[in-house]
């Protein structure tokens, strides 16, 4: 009989602990600080540029750019277009603003196929309030709405690896462009970037371009990457690139 009611003890205090573990374990999940991630983009000859980024707002958009990032996609490429009182802008592979990541930068097993990614913005159906200040990173996108204005969807859902950085508050890119994160430290470094010098395109007049915008001495990025504080984003819901070439032979 002792026997028995000692093995009824010894089986109640381990559903104690068991009880007691579980209930820490949910209440230090649900009082536990989430840290927002952090990018450490370190430019050549200009300094470092910290930048917190908001998954909360932009989930595919910070997958697609930590992920990137983190896989050393960015270091190495420059900072192509510059226009000052608005922004910088970087992460073109091709370096001319015609470049696009495939999905063997985003993954292991992914292959030379290019991708895009939904645009998380008001006007494409996402809750991302965010204003484009001084200081945001966004996530560049083509615009494919002055061939045909049936081509909403294509260009909001088009933006692959390619960013900016605003300089000035820009009211005209809110709820049309993705905002995902804000520059926390060194935007001393961002206004010295917006600074250089700049020209029009070397194709500016095959291409009808002639906006003064591309830098003479582009800035390199040394390394970008993205510290998670052991948080697993994973990887962006990928997208078929609009094909422009067979749609203007369509038509």
């Not at 945001?136 to 950085?165: H, V």
């Not at 095959?206 to 970008?224: A, F, R």
């Amino acid at each position: 009989m002792k026997t028995k009611n000692i093995i009824w003890i010894i089986a109640l205090i381990l559903v104690i602990v068991i009880i007691a573990g579980l209930g820490y374990g949910y209440y230090k999940k649900a009082t536990m600080e989430v840290k927002n991630p952090i990018a450490t983009l370190e430019v050549e000859n200009f300094g470092t540029i910290k930048i917190e980024l908001y998954p909360e707002l932009a989930p595919e958009t910070v997958a697609n750019f930590t992920a990137l990032a983190n896989r050393g996609f960015y270091d190495g490429l420059t900072f192509h277009r510059i226009v000052k009182d608005f922004m910088i802008q970087g992460g073109d592979k091709q370096g001319n603003g015609q470049g696009s990541a495939t999905t063997k930068d985003l993954k292991d097993d992914g292959d030379e196929t290019e991708y895009t990614i939904k645009g998380e913005f008001i006007s494409n159906g996402v809750d991302n309030k965010l204003k484009f200040e001084e200081g945001i990173i966004g996530m560049a996108r083509s615009d494919y709405t002055s061939y045909s204005p049936n081509l909403t969807e294509e260009s909001y859902n088009s933006g692959s690896s390619q960013f900016f950085i605003v300089t000035k508050a820009t009211t005209s890119l809110n709820g049309y462009y993705t905002p995902f994160g804000r520059v926390i430290e060194g935007l001393d470094v961002v206004h010295k970037i917006e600074e250089i010098e700049v020209k029009a395109a070397d194709d500016a007049q095959e291409s009808g371009n002639t906006e003064v915008s591309t830098p003479v001495n582009p800035p390199k990025i040394t390394s970008l990457k993205v510290e998670t504080f052991g948080v697993d984003y994973g990887l962006p819901k990928t997208l078929e690139p609009f094909d422009y070439t067979s749609w203007m032979y369509k038509q």
